[in-house]
């Protein structure tokens, strides 16, 4: 089956002991085209049926007997076909010391007409499980806002919102809960006053995305809360610009970890960083050919110059953000330095 991605959130140690679950999932498009799923009245989020493989079941048999339970719908196994597979990774929320490793394994069915009756276990019931019928749209909109009880359940619904982004050939982009999860856990893997300035670099992104008709202030806002993420593996230099965008990319979202990339490189150009040079040749070489394939948008732009004016005590000029780099690092690239104060131009009516 292919692979569509995978949502590691690296929150767990080496030590940590697998608690492995494979899984099936059904996407069931009706007649009318919208999709069966389950929503959960409790917390408002849209889920696709299904669940753990028993022992014993074969993925088929699995997939059939989990959407059965959860909607009260006959999946007409003829119909059954491979999409792809998501693996998870999280830290257990039960036991210590373990990592819970999902293989999701989403396939393709139709269903038979007509509605039996849910056979719910206790937590589905405590969920307020129902099946209902919804467009993609509708769908992403609600587990977009929607903030559970716990971090664990995020996850979940940022897995079904990224295949339902998938289906309608959208990008995946984080939403404002799980952007704040992923800042959040990374600060605990590496505290520091990165964290602040994420969140003012964020702030800012969105106050001027906020005043544009042409850019969405959340989208805005996420990313300025994502670009240093990279920083969640530890003290770093140029490294933390690598591994946030490999880090984001992993997670399957694209969009995000362009900007862990390009927020450093305002030129385009790796001699462009500030710091050290602290991954290998190979690495350095896969940054240079990304830079040269890209095409910088208003998103760069603005997170570019938000990053350049946030400290971690807030906002402040350009100029000043750029004399303390510069009394840190003994030195400013003039070239950069004039290329921020046209950044600071070309959103100077916001």
């Known amino acids: 089956m292919k692979h569509l991605f995978t949502l590691d959130i690296k929150d767990y140690p080496p030590s940590a002991v697998p608690l492995y679950r494979p899984s099936v999932r059904a996407v069931i498009r009706m007649e009318d085209e919208k999709l069966a799923m389950v929503y959960s009245r409790k917390y408002g989020y849209y889920k696709f049926p299904g669940g753990g493989i028993r022992a014993g079941e074969d993925r088929e048999e699995a997939l059939a007997r989990e959407v059965r339970e959860e909607t009260g719908l006959i999946v007409k196994k003829e119909t059954i076909q491979e999409y792809g597979s998501v693996l998870r990774r999280q830290k257990s929320g039960k036991q210590e010391n373990t990592v819970f490793e999902q293989e999701n394994l989403y396939y393709f069915c139709s269903a038979e007409a007509g509605v039996r009756?849910?056979?719910?276990?206790?937590?589905?019931?405590?969920?307020?499980?129902?099946?209902?019928?919804?467009?993609?749209?509708?769908?992403?909109?609600?587990?977009?806002?929607?903030?559970?009880?716990?971090?664990?359940?995020?996850?979940?619904?940022?897995?079904?919102?990224?295949?339902?982004?998938?289906?309608?050939?959208?990008?995946?982009?984080?939403?404002?809960?799980?952007?704040e999860f992923l800042l959040r856990s990374a600060a605990q893997c590496n505290p520091g006053p990165w964290e602040q300035h994420s969140r003012y670099t964020a702030e800012y992104a969105e106050r001027i995305a906020g005043r544009r008709p042409d850019m969405d202030a959340k989208i805005a806002y996420v990313y300025g809360l994502l670009h240093d993420i990279g920083r969640?593996?530890?003290?770093?230099?140029?490294?933390?610009?690598?591994?946030?965008?490999?880090?984001?990319?992993?997670?399957?979202?694209?969009?995000?970890?362009?900007?862990?990339?390009?927020?450093?490189?305002?030129?385009?150009?790796?001699?462009?960083?500030?710091?050290?040079?602290?991954?290998?040749?190979?690495?350095?070489?896969?940054?240079?050919?990304?830079?040269?394939?890209?095409?910088?948008d208003d998103y760069d732009y603005l997170i570019q110059l938000c990053d350049a004016v946030a400290k971690a005590d807030g906002i402040v000029s350009l100029e000043e953000r750029m004399n303390d780099v510069k009394s840190r690092y003994g030195y400013y690239p003039q070239k950069k330095w004039d290329r921020n104060l046209w950044l600071k131009e070309y959103f100077a009516n916001e």
């Open 232 to 296: 969640k593996f530890g003290v770093s230099g140029l490294a933390h610009v690598y591994d946030g965008y490999h880090y984001l990319l992993e997670l399957g979202y694209a969009n995000a970890a362009r900007i862990a990339l390009t927020h450093s490189f305002n030129l385009k150009d790796i001699h462009d960083y500030i710091g050290k040079f602290d991954i290998p040749e190979s690495a350095q070489e896969e940054i240079r050919m990304l830079l040269e394939e890209l095409e910088y």
């Open 117 to 179: 009756e849910q056979k719910l276990d206790g937590y589905e019931k405590e969920a307020g499980f129902e099946l209902r019928f919804v467009t993609e749209a509708e769908a992403i909109a609600a587990n977009q806002v929607c903030v559970p009880e716990d971090d664990f359940s995020l996850v979940i619904i940022a897995r079904d919102t990224q295949i339902l982004e998938r289906l309608i050939g959208a990008v995946p982009e984080p939403s404002l809960p799980m952007a």
